[in-house]
């Protein structure tokens, strides 16, 4: 209650002291342009009251006789007469002086001067002008002279206004001039007394006015404010109480219509609180189950470092690091057997809770499908029919499994659309090794699968990551890219596992900066310490079948110039578009991620070309593959003169139904578009033109 009465204090004395400036504001505004009118009206009157007074003077005055006066020095009868005129004059009026002078150009010299009292000039004497009277006197002798009064302020006459009129002789010359000064003191009091007046007045009237209107503003806003100021304290502090808010104003103004806000506001406030207090009871809940999940996620994959600290044969280190609580990457390893260890590294599309769900499933069915003897590429193919058969979800994985033989170095490995892996030799710099991506995990059921081998030697060391490393982001939106992850790798070739990945890490953040983490990093190496009871070196020559090809570094093929490839629209020649486009993607050093992705593509669009755009006829496809810039990018196109069909205009299915309850069709095409930058179809001149864009 006293804070409401200091509060209430606090805005009567703002308004108390709005009006009193508002007054005085009124006051010096009124008084000044009241003064400043009085003074133009009187100083009006004195102009002409002084000007009749020189007037009537200088047409008295006979202006042949003047100039006889200066020569002869004496008075006679006239010049008595005219003196008690002007005598006469200045003691009914106000005139302060009252004279006729004979201007020279430094001085004026006295012909009569009327003064009642002593001091008079007498005839003939010599007088300096004042300040400005020179000016004044010359002004009169101009044709049409403007009668206007001058206004000095003399050491020795004082604070006066003059006036100057010439005394003309019969020929119509001016042989003389009247002045009149009237004393200016007079005026001035004149003028205090009606401001004072006036100013008495004004305040009187502005003082009512604002007795009157703080009443009505007090009465009508600063009690009405006063009330809902208590009423929306008194609100805040009962709003878990259930106490209705009640502001009890009666104003029927915009003051009443603030209050029933405020009401309005109390409801709706209480319901937002009371929704509030649910949502984030839910979201602790959430963040303690998301909790759990990341350290069961992390307690799934292997963290216990050196790993196999029995076995001399291999030295391994492994970390991941999620964009969010959980993530969608993932890395193993184990021992199949005595002899074999396998190793997989994997990335989930997606982000979050599906693709850690999503993950578990892939790992778990990777490793329970790996068993000794058993070739990787069914390995891969299984496990891609089974996750094919829960992927409600749209998701895929991309994923490379190696399972190396500790006895002879040699490393069986597949690819499912995973990104290029680097090894060391002993000694080395880290290269990219050059590894066919097949199709993704989960993308199709029936994809078959190849299995790849590489020999390593002691000291030869094998580095896999996802994309969340060559893809890392900084501010400015560049993208961390395989030719620094390469750099990075090489200045730090010579570490152990477990030095290399917290120094690839540390570059890569340096890079991104304050930027965040888009998306999972993760990040393996195995290093080969050598082998046990030696092996037939023929052994080595059998290791890159599949095309794998001998480790070497690719020259980067940045041309503008466009590749185009023109076949038969058939089936058989999906294989050769693929590999036709392939072999530039490689070139240009497209990441096996987006290499696999576009393979799938190609798939897709030459398929549907092949079968239906010329209804089993014959007809040819030409397919176009060009490097784009800003952003990297690869833009392929496919023109066929087939029959128009726009397959993007076909509805995206539902994916949410099971492949049973799902229409046939539109599947291909919707992951395409899932996969690319971006996709575009037109019809022109007789083709079919439709082009596919991927950003690396």
């Known amino acids: 209650m006293e804070r409401d009465k200091k509060r209430g204090h606090i805005l009567t004395g703002k308004a108390l002291a709005a009006l009193s400036l508002l007054a005085i504001l009124l006051v010096l505004c009124t008084c000044l342009s009241v003064g400043i009118q009085y003074l133009r009206e009187r100083i009006k009157e004195y102009n002409r ?268 280190y492994a970390a991941m690091d999620p964009a969010r609580e959980v993530g969608g990457d993932f890395y193993d390893f184990f021992l199949v057997d005595e002899r074999h260890l396998a190793i997989v590294m994997a990335d989930v599309s997606g982000k979050g809770v599906p693709a850690a769900l ?66 060391s030799r002993k000694g080395g710099a880290f290269l990219p090794y050059p590894v066919k991506p097949g199709f993704v995990l989960a993308g199709m059921e029936g994809v078959c699968y190849r299995a790849g081998c590489v020999q390593l030697e002691s000291g030869d060391k094998l580095f896999l990551y996802t994309d969340g490393v060559t893809e890392a982001t900084d501010e400015s939106n560049e993208l961390y890219g395989m030719k620094r992850l390469e750099e990075v790798l090489g200045r730090n070739a010579q570490k152990t596992p477990a030095q290399l990945l917290p ?9 991104v900066g304050e930027a965040p983490q888009f998306d999972d990093i993760t990040m393996l190496c195995l290093e080969y310490r050598g082998r046990i009871g030696g092996a037939a070196s023929g052994e080595g020559a059998a290791a890159d079948e599949a095309g794998a090809g001998p480790l070497k570094r690719k020259e980067n093929g940045m041309g503008r110039e466009k590749k185009v490839l023109v076949v038969d629209a058939a089936v058989d020649n999906i294989t050769k578009v693929t590999e036709f486009v392939d072999e530039h993607l490689e070139q240009w050093g497209c990441p096996g991620k987006a290499r696999a992705q576009i393979a799938i593509a190609i798939d897709e669009i030459f398929g549907n070309i092949a079968r239906y755009a010329y209804h089993l006829q014959a007809g040819t496809a030409a397919v176009e593959v060009e490097l784009a810039e800003e952003p990297m990018a690869v833009v392929i196109t496919f023109m066929d003169r087939g029959m128009p069909f726009d397959p993007l205009a076909k509805e995206a299915p539902d994916i949410s139904l099971g492949a049973e309850e799902r229409p046939p069709g539109g599947l291909g095409i919707y992951m395409v578009r899932q996969s690319m930058d971006a996709v575009s179809y037109e019809y022109r001149e007789g083709k079919n033109i439709l082009q596919i864009r991927k950003n690396f």
């Not at 006679?76 to 200045?90: G, I």
């Not at 010299?109 to 004044?136: F, N, Q, R, T």
């Not at 992927?391 to 990104?419: C, K, M, P, W």
């Not at 120094?503 to 890569?508: G, L, M, Q, S």
Request: contains cysteine; negative net charge.
């Open 49 to 316: 009251i002084a000007f009749s007074y020189a007037r009537t003077a200088a047409e008295y005055i006979d202006g042949d006789r003047v100039l006889s006066y200066l020569e002869t020095n004496r008075e006679d009868t006239y010049y008595r007469q005219v003196q008690e005129f002007l005598n006469a004059f200045q003691r009914q009026t106000d005139l302060k002086y009252y004279y006729v002078f004979v201007p020279y150009e430094d001085d004026l010299v006295y012909i009569w001067d009327a003064d009642h009292e002593e001091g008079a000039c007498p005839l003939g004497h010599h007088e300096a002008y004042m300040e400005g009277g020179k000016e004044a006197v010359r002004m009169i002798y101009r044709p049409d002279p403007p009668e206007r009064i001058s206004i000095t302020d003399d050491e020795a006459y004082g604070y006066i206004a003059s006036a100057y009129y010439p005394v003309f002789d019969s020929a119509g010359e001016p042989v003389a001039v009247v002045g009149v000064d009237l004393s200016m003191p007079r005026i001035r009091r004149a003028l205090v007394h009606f401001l004072g007046i006036i100013v008495l007045s004004v305040a009187a009237v502005i003082l009512l006015f604002m007795g009157i209107f703080y009443g009505f503003i007090r009465g009508n806003i600063i009690t009405p404010v006063m009330q809902l100021n208590r009423a929306a304290r008194a609100m805040v502090g009962s709003l878990e109480a259930e106490t209705p808010f009640c502001a009890n104003i009666h104003t029927g103004d915009e003051i009443e219509e603030l209050a029933g806000a405020f009401e309005q506001m109390s409801v709706e406030l209480r319901a937002y609180i009371r929704k509030l207090s649910r949502v984030t009871a839910e979201r602790e809940r959430i963040g303690a189950e998301l909790d759990v999940a990341t350290h069961i996620q992390s307690s799934m994959l292997p963290c216990i470092f050196p790993a196999f600290p029995d076995r001399e044969e291999l030295d391994i």
């Open 358 to 423: 999503f993950m578990v499933i892939g790992k778990t069915l990777i490793k329970d499908h790996t068993l000794p003897g058993k070739d990787l590429g069914e390995v891969f193919a299984r496990v891609n029919d089974l996750l094919c058969q829960s992927n409600s979800e749209g998701l895929f994985i991309t994923a490379f499994e190696g399972v190396l033989d500790l006895a002879t170095g040699q490393l069986r490995y597949v690819n499912a659309g995973h990104e290029t892996p680097f090894i």
């Open 503 to 511: 120094a690839v890490k540390e570059d890569v953040a340096a890079f």
